[in-house]
């Protein structure tokens, strides 16, 4: 009999908060590779461990988020929501946008001006969405939105929305049948901490009901000048080069700390250098392009295992939850290879191929 997939709301509804009567607005999300790296794993030197990329980054918008979006905006159209509004760093919006386009919503977006990777911006106005760029950061975007949402009809699509919480966690569920089990570790890159909140969620519904065995400790990962939940502080003023976690005061700050705490895991940062470092080897060494921020997870593998933090003989998985066209600019600037411009002419051609 042949299997035709529908989505990840059809393919896990019954851990869904769906009903028959919820319209799906689906764009067949879901589903993405665990991919084994085996040369990134010996390139850091881990030891007989097996590591795994859930590459996240080959949504139908290029992020993780349109697993959380088809829940929120499937349940926005079953409430009778007309329009909807988020702030975002860029993928946000850019999910947001599509789900709308498709579900016939207005789609609102605040996103600080100048911060927002190229690639989702022009998602974000192919889709038709309202674009309304502001003089500040994503924390003060997110302020406003929430005040937006309250004073108008308009539903809030960022993961404070529980529904996006709910439709993130598959991404755990299709980690456990792929592998069989649970993996040890689980890294990730943490910026408004949705996604490690979601992913805890998912793992622990599965041991509770048996599917694993293990929940895996969640080892999440904040870029070092926006590091609220390390440094135990909001930052005002966020920096990193990875400007999708450029956030400084994590909407799920406290369930991020209870992933962590619960879980035996750990949150700690990484520099920018880290993430550069990172970004680079993981396209080099197993040809998989992400985005800078989500190259966090692999560069918080790297510093736990200097650290000592990574056992021997365990497995491991990391998120990379956007896809690096999203960012041509970034990947151009610290490219692993540089253009050669020549002269069409053979000579000039062979000489520049260095053979
Ligand atoms: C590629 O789009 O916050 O910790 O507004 O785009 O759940 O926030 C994006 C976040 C990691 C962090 N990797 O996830 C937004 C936004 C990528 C991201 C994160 C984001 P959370």
């Not at 690639?119 to 889709?127: D, F, I, P, R, V």
């Not at 470092?277 to 800078?292: D, H, L, S, T």
Request: proline share 4%; net charge neutral; aromatic share 8%.
């Amino acid at each position: 009999m042949s299997y035709k997939y529908k989505g990840l709301i059809e393919e896990y509804k019954s851990y869904l908060p769906v009903s028959e009567k919820t319209p799906v607005v689906s764009l067949l999300e879901g589903k993405t590779p665990l991919i084994e790296a085996k040369n990134l794993a010996s390139k850091i030197g881990l030891k007989n461990c097996k590591l795994y990329l859930k590459y996240d980054g080959l949504n139908p918008t290029g992020s993780f988020k349109d697993r959380g979006m088809t829940m929120a905006v499937s349940k926005a159209v079953e409430d009778g929501a007309k329009a909807i509004i988020c702030a975002s760093t860029g993928n946000t919006s850019a999910s947001a946008a599509a789900y709308a386009a498709k579900s016939g919503l207005k789609c609102y977006v605040l996103i600080p001006d100048g911060y927002i990777a190229m690639g989702k911006l022009s998602q974000a106005m192919m889709y038709g969405a309202c674009i309304i760029a502001i003089d500040g950061n994503f924390d003060e975007a997110l302020e406003m939105v929430l005040d937006i949402s309250k004073n108008y009809p308009i539903k809030l699509v960022n993961s404070l929305n529980p529904y996006r919480i709910e439709g993130q966690k598959t991404a755990s569920f299709e980690i456990i049948e792929d592998l069989g089990d649970a993996p040890d570790y689980h890294f990730i890159p943490v910026g408004n901490a949705g996604n490690i909140t979601a992913y805890f969620k998912g793992f622990s519904e599965w041991y509770e009901l048996k599917k694993s065995t293990k929940i895996p400790k969640m080892m999440g990962y904040e870029a070092l000048g926006a590091a609220a939940i390390v440094k135990g502080e909001r930052i005002l003023k966020p920096e990193t080069i990875a400007t999708a976690i450029r956030i400084g005061n994590p909407a799920s700050w406290e369930k991020a700390e209870n992933a962590r705490d619960k879980s035996n895991g750990t949150i700690d940062c990484v520099t920018d250098d880290e993430i550069i470092n990172a970004y680079k080897m993981i396209a080099q060494n197993e040809g998989i392009f992400c985005e800078p921020s989500s190259a966090a997870s692999v560069a918080g593998l790297i510093k736990a295992n200097n650290m000592g933090l990574v056992q021997e003989n365990t497995i491991i998985t990391c998120t990379l939850t956007g896809n690096g066209l999203k960012d041509p600019d970034n990947a151009i600037k610290y490219g692993v290879s540089q253009v050669h411009k020549t002269k069409c002419d053979i000579n000039e051609i062979v000489k520049n191929m260095g053979i």
